[in-house]
Structures are given as C-alpha cells and as structure tokens.
C-alpha cells in the first residue's frame, strides 16, 4: 500500500488529516461486495477515493472565475433501492435513482462535491434489518455512498435510533466524514465527530460543515446519547465559520434541519435576499431555526437542509442560497456557486440553486447491483408471516377522519405489551403513520413496517386528565375549523397543515372532537369508567418514546414520570400482538370511543370505501348494541 501511495506522489497527503483532502469531481460509481470485510474510513478503498486528485478547472487558482456545483440528497432514510418492501412492487424513489442524476451532473460540469445531510440509514425494513438483524456486513447505505463517492454527511437525528455502536461501525465503514459540529463530548465539550471537511475543488476551498438539529436529547432514548451533548445551531457555527472564512475557503452548511419560515425570496444571481415577509411555519420549535443562523452568522454561502422533508428550490436568506431536496431520493438538491479565483478571502460572484425531480429517472444499474444481496435478504425477511385479518383496515386519510382499526391495534397491543411488564396503562396513545393500512388475509412483517415505519420504543408514564386533554388538543390541531355546510371538495383542504404522525389516536377514554371549533377548545367530551376525566385525575399511559420526550410539540409529558420504557421496539409489540390474536376482524380491535364532529369520513369515502368502522352520528352502533360515547 505505501508503494502504491509513493508511486502516485501522494504520501504528503497522507500525513495530513484525512477530511482535509481534496475532493474528486466527475467520478463514477464504484462498487463494493456485501461480503468484503468491514473496513475503516482510511482503509484501502477509503484512502483511494479520499486521495483522488481534484480535477482542474478553466479559472479558479489562475484567477478566473470558476463555478462549484454541490450535489445533495438528504432524508434518504434507507432508501438504497426503488423498491417498497410494505407493498412489495417497484418504487420511483430511491439513492439508485437519484444516483442516474449525480452522474448526469458530473459529467456536465467537472467541479462538483456530494454531500447528504443525514437521517439516511433509518428509515425502510432494510435499515432495521442491518442494524437490529444482522449488523455484521459493511452497511448496505455506506457501502452505496462510498460508491458514488460522497464527499462528506452531516449526521441526522435518525442516525442516532440504533445506539452509538451502529452509528460509529457506519461511520468507520464510510469513506467520507460523518460531520456534527454542535454534536460534543459532554464530559469536556470537545467534538465528537468532525465539525467540517475542507475540500480543494478546482483551486477554491470549500467547507462543508456539519450541523444536526439539537433537540435529539427530546426524542431520542437516554442509553442512546450516552456521552454526547447537543450544542445550539447558531453558537456552534459561531465556533468555526469567521476561522473556516479566514483560512480562505467559501463555507457549505450541511444542516440536518429545516427553515423555520416559509421562505419566498428567490435568488437572483449575486443579488442578496430583499427583505421581504416570510411566514412562520407552523409547529416551528428550536429543532428547525436555519434562517436565524443565516441572519445571525454571516460568511455561510449555503444551507444544504433537511430532516423537514421539504422540496425547497433556491431561496435566498441573508447572504446565501438555501435548498431542501425532499426525501427518500425523491430529488437532487444542485446548488450553484460561481467563485472569484485566486481571491483571498474568496468572493461569491453567483449563487443558485434548484431540485431535480428523480421520478422516471433510471435506477443507476451498477449501485443496483451492488445493493442486490442485501435486498434479497430484506425480501425475504419482510415475507415473513405475522398474522391475518378477515377484513381490510385502510390507513391514510380515510383513517385519521375517523375511529380507525389501524391506530386501535397499535393501541392494543401497546396496552397489551405494557400490562404484561407489570405497568398496566390507563390509556395508550398512537397516530397513524402512513397510507399503508393493512390487507386483509395474512399479513407478513413488511405490512407491519408500513403501518409502522419508525424505530420507538413503548413508554408508560404517570401523569394527569389535563395533560390528557392537552395531548388532545394538541392531536386535534391536525385539522383546520370544519364548517360542515362548506365542506371543500378535497379531503386534503381539512388539514391545517400539521403532519400526519402528530395526529394521536386514544385507546382506554372516550371522547368527542369537534372540529367546529377553534384549535385548543375542540375536546367536547372526556370520560373515562363513565364518568368525566377530571385535570387533577392520575392516569397511566402508554405511548411511543418519541412523543413520551415531547416530540411533535407535545410538551405536556416531558416532564411526566417515566414508569417503564420497553427494550422492543413498538413495531416489535405490534407483531407480537398480530402473532397471538390471529384472524383479527378489524371491526372488534379496539373500541369504538371517538367521534369526530361533523362526520368528515362519509362525504369523502363512505361511496367508494364503504361505511366507518364505527358510525359517527348519534349513538354508535356495534353489534346492534349502542356503544360509546
């Protein structure tokens, strides 16, 4: 190896860190066998990309201008492959796909750098299956990534759903740096990974620094974040950009967080952003604040964001460009940055930037081919049977516009799971997370991962009916105020924008939402045992890890006691439950305990779907026998 690195005149850079190193611009894919061992970032294959020679431009150290284009994906969450394994059929969205438009873009424009901006190896049954299954083999995400030769990642809080141990084995299998400037040592503050990667690309540095959303220690399970500190955005770029633009390089923020506005300021060439309004984004917290980073640090030049999923073409904010290029693969963010050559400190002359749609895009066929033994893996393990239903339970919107068997049997089997470790909950608390829903017939682990994509852990904590009652208000936020007489034609115009996973469904009390009212006053009716939850009542109640920290805005249970968090992930309750109560006819999972006012399921789905599983008007009927409430 040393022969080898002497012979290309190298081994000076090999003395000097190894996210100092040049970049390499119009490189090509290549591949690395699933079943190669596991190597480090300055193993063989690492240090040949890492070392590759940048690629000379016309301008740049000659003085001329020279235009850098950044290339990003973010959000890919396990996303290696066009496939849906809930659905088991082909899927548009995918790092293959987006990968075809990577070497569209370099091939068209020879000084390009690579960069994700996290959330990328969580996320689809094959990110569960090679961290929780087996996580012996090179991660499939880092092995695609080293492939299309990725200059640097910025860690998302996702990354961080598996434990340390499976995020340092994939940062010692990537060939690129895994960056988080405001991610410290909490014993001391010192860095805990690699604040920033300096990279030369066509005479003209450029730092690529990382930043992470700082709420984590919100979400994520305590044993999980063990050592590590989570710093604001603003003093952690505060530390290294006026350094970064002193040495001479232009400065890339890779930001695993969105804008906290709504952004309507277009770049326009060298023109900075006008000052104009931007509207607040709803359920904006401190997780999302990179336009108060832009106007409070001045010399970043752009914002590559994400963890919003957002499709954001090039906006201006303060002096830089921002982008966000969606999900899952789903788009390439470009950004354009034309530099004065041989200026020192570096002047921006231009920038722009854009999203590049990767729908219809051909899967890039060598990454395939690399990806095709850890899919057939996942494949086969997502076919596994769990269970069955007599009946479908739709998911989607059909399930949040009324009481739904999809959020009762997550319910159900959270209550159950609970109860069996000697914590017996109240009430338990899901949203319904997708579209998937659930066929009926057998059902196999991947209908498991489609009506529950996410890696929580099951909480029960201790806390009261006002909370409670909180909680519900907050859920009920999902919809605008619903005047029954002007209904929209659209079922999607009675959402008020706020995600769908932060609408939370209740098992164990029974209540009436109406959605006639203002946000913050629509919960007409609390009972529980027959009678009314009182604010000062003591409840159990049992709920994902995620929320239990107050994510989605639901502050009231941070401060709840914790009585018991479950080592198994909920989806992993949710197949147990499947395993044990086979032939489940969704009309008996669960009961039948809210009722939305007015019935916004039948003007939308009643005709092609059929009746809600529980009617909304007046009394509820099942089984002839009136039900509650």
């Given at each position: 190896m040393q022969r080898w690195l002497l012979s290309l005149g190298l081994l000076a850079a090999v003395a000097a860190p190894w996210w100092l190193l040049?970049?390499?611009?119009?490189?090509?894919?290549?591949?690395?066998?699933?079943?190669e061992p596991v190597g480090s970032a300055t193993g063989g294959e690492a240090l040949a990309v890492a070392l590759a020679p940048a690629t000379a431009a016309p301008g740049g150290a000659a003085g001329g201008p020279v235009e850098i284009r950044i290339l990003h994906t973010t959000d890919l969450h396990a996303h290696l492959v066009s496939w849906d394994y809930v659905r088991a059929r082909p899927d548009d969205?995918?790092?293959?796909?987006?990968?075809?438009?990577?070497?569209?873009?370099?091939?068209?424009?020879?000084?390009?750098?690579?960069?994700?901006?996290?959330?990328?190896?969580?996320?689809?049954?094959?990110?569960?299956?090679?961290?929780?299954?087996?996580?012996?083999?090179?991660?499939?995400?880092?092995?695609?990534?080293?492939?299309?030769?990725?200059?640097?990642?910025?860690?998302?809080?996702?990354?961080?759903?598996?434990?340390?141990?499976?995020?340092?084995?994939?940062?010692?299998?990537?060939?690129?740096?895994?960056?988080?400037?405001?991610?410290?040592?909490?014993?001391?503050?010192?860095?805990?990974?690699?604040?920033?990667?300096?990279?030369?690309?066509?005479?003209?540095?450029?730092?690529?620094?990382?930043?992470?959303?700082?709420?984590?220690?919100?979400?994520?399970?305590?044993?999980?974040?063990?050592?590590?500190?989570?710093?604001?955005?603003?003093?952690?770029?505060?530390?290294?950009?006026?350094a970064l633009r002193k040495a001479g390089a232009i400065v890339v923020a890779a930001v695993h967080a969105g804008p906290e506005e709504d952004l309507t300021a277009v770049c326009e060439g060298d023109r900075p952003a006008p000052p104009v309004a931007s509207r607040l984004l709803q359920d904006s917290t401190d997780e999302n604040g990179v336009v108060a980073l832009a106007r409070a640090v001045p010399g970043i030049d752009a914002f590559l964001t994400g963890h919003t999923h957002r499709i954001i073409g090039g906006r201006c904010v303060a002096d830089a460009v921002l982008e966000q290029p969606g999900r899952f693969g789903s788009h390439l963010g470009v950004v354009s940055l034309t530099v004065e050559g041989g200026a020192h400190p570096p002047r921006v002359l231009r920038r722009w930037a854009t999203v590049r749609s990767a729908t219809g895009a051909r899967p890039n066929a060598a990454l395939e081919a690399l990806a095709a033994p850890y899919h057939a893996r996942v494949v086969a393990h997502v076919a596994t049977k769990v269970g069955s239903l007599t009946a479908a339970a739709p998911g989607g919107l059909?399930?949040?516009?009324?009481?739904?068997?999809?959020?009762?049997?997550?319910?159900?089997?959270?209550?159950?799971?609970?109860?069996?470790?000697?914590?017996?909950?109240?009430?338990?608390?899901?949203?319904?997370?997708?579209?998937?829903?659930?066929?009926?017939?057998?059902?196999?682990?991947?209908?498991?991962?489609?009506?529950?994509?996410?890696?929580?852990?099951?909480?029960?904590?201790?806390?009261?009916?006002?909370?409670?009652?909180?909680?519900?208000?907050?859920?009920?936020?999902?919809?605008?105020?619903?005047?029954?007489?002007?209904?929209?034609?659209?079922?999607?115009?009675?959402?008020?924008?706020?995600?769908?996973?932060?609408?939370?469904?209740?098992?164990?009390?029974?209540?009436?939402?109406?959605?006639?009212?203002?946000?913050?006053?629509?919960?007409?009716?609390?009972?529980?045992?027959?009678?009314?939850?009182?604010?000062?009542?003591?409840?159990?109640?049992?709920?994902?890890?995620?929320?239990?920290?107050?994510?989605?805005?639901?502050?009231?249970?941070?401060?709840?006691?914790?009585?018991?968090?479950?080592?198994?992930?909920?989806?992993?309750?949710?197949?147990?439950?499947?395993?044990?109560?086979?032939?489940?006819?969704?009309a008996r999972i669960g009961a039948c305990n809210l009722r939305l006012v007015p019935d916004v399921y039948s003007p939308y789905f009643a005709a092609k779907l059929g009746p809600a599983r529980c009617t909304p008007a007046g009394l509820l009927q099942r089984d002839g026998v009136p039900a509650r409430p």
């Open positions: 040049p970049a390499c611009s119009n490189r090509g894919v290549r591949g690395r066998a699933a079943t969205e995918s790092l293959a796909a987006v990968a075809t438009l990577i070497e569209e873009e370099r091939a068209a424009h020879p000084c390009t750098l690579l960069v994700d901006t996290g959330d990328t190896i969580q996320g689809t049954a094959l990110g569960s299956f090679y961290a929780r299954e087996d996580n012996t083999p090179v991660h499939p995400m880092a092995a695609a990534m080293n492939a299309l030769r990725y200059d640097a990642m910025a860690m998302g809080n996702h990354e961080l759903n598996f434990g340390l141990a499976v995020l340092r084995k994939f940062q010692k299998e990537a060939a690129f740096p895994l960056l988080s400037a405001n991610t410290r040592r909490a014993a001391d503050g010192g860095e805990a990974f690699p604040p920033y990667a300096v990279r030369d690309v066509c005479g003209v540095k450029v730092a690529i620094l990382g930043l992470v959303t700082p709420v984590i220690p919100t979400w994520e399970r305590p044993e999980h974040i063990a050592g590590l500190a989570f710093e604001r955005l603003i003093p952690a770029a505060q530390r290294y950009v006026p059909p399930a949040r516009f009324s009481d739904n068997a999809v959020a009762d049997l997550i319910n159900e089997a959270q209550l159950e799971a609970a109860r069996r470790a000697g914590f017996p909950a109240d009430v338990s608390l899901s949203p319904v997370f997708s579209a998937a829903g659930l066929p009926a017939g057998e059902l196999t682990l991947g209908d498991a991962f489609g009506i529950y994509p996410y890696d929580n852990t099951l909480t029960v904590l201790e806390t009261t009916g006002g909370a409670l009652r909180s909680a519900l208000e907050r859920a009920a936020r999902y919809f605008t105020v619903v005047d029954p007489r002007r209904l929209r034609k659209n079922p999607e115009a009675l959402r008020a924008g706020s995600p769908d996973h932060l609408w939370d469904f209740a098992a164990g009390v029974d209540y009436v939402v109406d959605l006639t009212r203002p946000a913050g006053q629509r919960v007409a009716s609390l009972r529980r045992g027959g009678r009314d939850v009182a604010d000062s009542d003591t409840l159990r109640v049992a709920l994902n890890s995620y929320r239990a920290r107050g994510g989605g805005g639901y502050a009231m249970w941070r401060d709840a006691k914790v009585l018991w968090s479950s080592d198994a992930g909920v989806r992993e309750l949710v197949v147990q439950y499947l395993r044990e109560h086979r032939a489940l006819d969704p």
